[in-house]
């Protein structure tokens, strides 16, 4: 079912992997860890258990970069199989807000990534018709889609003999498809005489419904490829078609309901409103209680008319027909029961979906409070921590250093401590924390000289800051990187550093999990001494890690005494070296430098391995 296309065969290390785990979900085991030390092929092991037990899969990333990366390596691993990618389709987004103190209501906006859009459509409609599916995803596949069953039942069929009429293109614009004769996109349709085009909202598609005597003729299923040149080009495969007896049409869009479904659910919203109109009131809120009025009746005249209106989410709870509280429908709803979850960086995903509901619901209650949103709206929220593993998936947890949570609740914890590259775990080198600033000049000197690279973790983003205005006035070529440099901008930097034109890169937090930068071979934790988050024992290893991918790694501890996780970190960093060189000498291993392509941006990632694949 899932056919693995590489250019080197597994380890016994991931053999033993691949055979321990697998095992365990042959036993029903709800939880496991594969504890994989950085380098040691964590992604390739993956994609071989999903071979191994042919099951879907889907593989859940912290962030939209790790995610893009993950993307394009299953993407190559399994060209013949569903590989998908699921994550917000916002390229920026700032949340609906009110701050009451102020008064002041800050509207959503956002700026929809059409191509995100299309693959998130590409996904939903994958797992609900093939089985050999992967879909690698962020957390945005804890939030709600809409129900599934409506979402299948709703969809339009066509058949060869159906008779064309006004009622079809009523269905479709039911479906949210719009009419576009002179435009491509995708959630739209055309028509002439001869022939209806729906463009699918996957963007990977177009059916075309041929006529005659506005009677269907035939039904023909045609690629859309995508090819990254100048600009992103889009053409049909017209030369190659697909000829069936019948499809099925799934909506353009994912909160959609049926014209008779449609007029209950409006008249549950006018009874909320009626309900919490009254209540506003009562409390002494007149203009909040009239601007709700206003805001829901806009939304309803649009609902009824077009089918859809902004911010359609918000009553996502009366279009799926939940009770209060109860938990929105997912892209998990979508998934067979027999799908794998792998939560990737587990350490750094599981405090992340901890978080996700409860800061969801604290920005809506002022909305809620001041006449902004109906109560309802607290029900268009993620899942909450227990409500996700909950579900009747099997977990596997991947990390390099796996938390609390996934100590305590795996029935087994597999590790996989070596890389097939054979690189130790870098050396580990402490020095004093008083004039730590004069010997990274003189250590980031020498690496300069060799031509290496080097990362610079500080405690604070103005630390970075002035740390980067000191070295450049040394000479160095450096930047910094923390939480205000933009999403989609860290990658460039992070090129800039692989390619040279940095030598050096300062950050805070963003550089330890998931980069993969064999060129650099220092890293320098300053202030390594000062306990708390950013320099825990979790830390401090995945900042040691870091330095993992390069021959001649090196990490400079910057500390005036041996905190509790600099030892465990430097401990547990010696049994990893130790293993690798017992495991080298076994198999007479050589360690050999890596060299790897430096990568693109994460749209490139997304649009290449779709590309390469068609």
């Known amino acids: 079912m899932f056919e693995i296309h590489c250019e080197f065969k597994p380890n016994p290390e991931q053999v033993k992997v691949v055979k321990a785990i697998s095992n365990g979900l042959k036993k029903g085991f709800k939880f496991q860890t594969l504890l994989g030390i950085t380098g040691s092929g964590k992604t390739y092991t993956m994609a071989l258990i999903i071979k191994e037990v042919k099951r879907p899969a889907l593989v859940l990333s912290p962030n939209k970069i790790l995610t893009a990366q993950l993307f394009h390596e299953f993407k190559s691993f399994f060209p013949k199989n569903s590989v998908n990618f699921f994550v917000s389709y916002y390229d920026y987004y700032q949340p609906e807000a009110y701050l009451p103190e102020q008064d002041i209501y800050i509207a959503k906006d956002a700026r929809i990534n059409e191509i995100l859009d299309k693959l998130r459509h590409a996904t939903v409609q994958s797992v609900l018709t093939r089985k050999d599916f992967i879909v690698v995803s962020s957390v945005s596949c804890l939030y709600g889609i809409g129900d599934p069953e409506e979402y299948q ?15 079809f293109f009523d269905s479709l ?18 028509y002439d005489k001869k022939k209806v085009r729906i463009i699918l909202p996957s963007g990977q598609e177009v059916v075309d419904v041929y006529l005659k005597d506005q009677i269907v003729e035939k039904i023909a299923v045609k690629r859309i490829i995508q090819k990254v040149e100048r600009k992103i080009v889009i053409y049909i495969k017209e030369d190659e078609e697909n000829l069936v007896e019948r499809i099925k049409i799934f909506p353009a869009k994912f909160y959609v309901s049926s014209s008779e479904k449609l007029e209950i659910v409006l008249r ?6 009626s309900w919490w109109y009254k209540e506003l009131k009562k409390q002494g809120k007149i203009i909040e209680a009239e601007r709700l009025k206003k805001r829901v009746m806009f939304d309803l005249n649009l609902l009824k008319t077009e089918g859809y209106c902004p911010g ?47 800061g969801d619901r604290k920005r809506k209650e002022n909305l809620v409070s001041y006449g902004w949103r109906l109560p309802s709206a607290f029900d268009n929220r993620p899942l909450k921590f227990d409500e996700f593993f909950s579900k009747d998936f099997q977990f596997i947890f991947v990390s390099a250093t796996p938390g609390e949570f996934e100590r305590k609740n795996s029935s087994q914890i597999v590790e996989l401590l070596v890389r097939p590259t054979g690189i130790l775990d870098p050396e580990i080198i402490i020095k004093p924390a008083k004039n730590q600033i004069n010997d990274l000049v003189k250590e980031l000197k020498l690496q300069v000289e060799k031509g290496h690279r080097s990362l610079v973790l500080t405690l604070t ?15 160095f070529k450096v930047f910094y990187i923390h939480s205000e440099i933009k999403t989609l901008k860290r990658p460039s930097i992070i090129r800039s550093l692989r390619s040279g034109d940095i030598d050096v890169l300062i950050g805070v937090n963003l550089l330890r999990e998931g980069l993969d930068l064999p060129e650099v071979s220092l890293v320098a934790i300053l202030d390594a001494d000062k306990e708390g988050f950013l320099r825990n024992t979790t830390t401090l290893i995945q900042a040691i890690g870091r330095a993992s991918r390069h021959i001649e790694g090196r990490v400079i501890i910057y500390a005036d005494k041996i905190t509790f996780s600099i030892n465990e970190a430097i401990k547990e960093t010696k049994r990893r070296r130790m293993y690798q060189m017992k495991y080298n000498k076994i198999y007479g291993i050589q360690p050999k430098p890596i060299i790897k392509p430096i990568e693109k941006t994460a749209l490139e990632l997304i649009l290449e391995a779709i590309s390469e694949h068609d």
């Not at 002179?182 to 349709?189: D, K, L, M, P």
């Not at 983003?461 to 000479?475: N, T, V």
Request: include cysteine; glycine fraction near 4%.
């Open 312 to 358: 359609i989410e918000n009553y996502s709870r009366h279009l799926s027909f939940r009770e209060p509280g109860e938990p929105p429908y997912t892209l998990l709803d979508y998934l067979p029961k027999d799908t794998i979850i792998f939560i990737d960086e587990s350490h750094l995903s599981i405090p992340q979906i901890k978080a996700m509901a409860e």
């Open 268 to 273: 549950n919203i006018k009874n909320e409103l």
């Open 153 to 167: 039942k709703i969809g339009l069929e066509i058949y060869k003999g159906q008779k064309i009429d006004k009622k």
């Open 173 to 190: 614009k039911l479906l949210q498809y719009k009419r576009q004769d002179n435009e491509f996109a995708a959630g739209t349709f055309s």
């Open 461 to 475: 983003k103005r630390s970075a800051e002035d740390l980067c205005e000191y070295l450049l006035l040394h000479g």
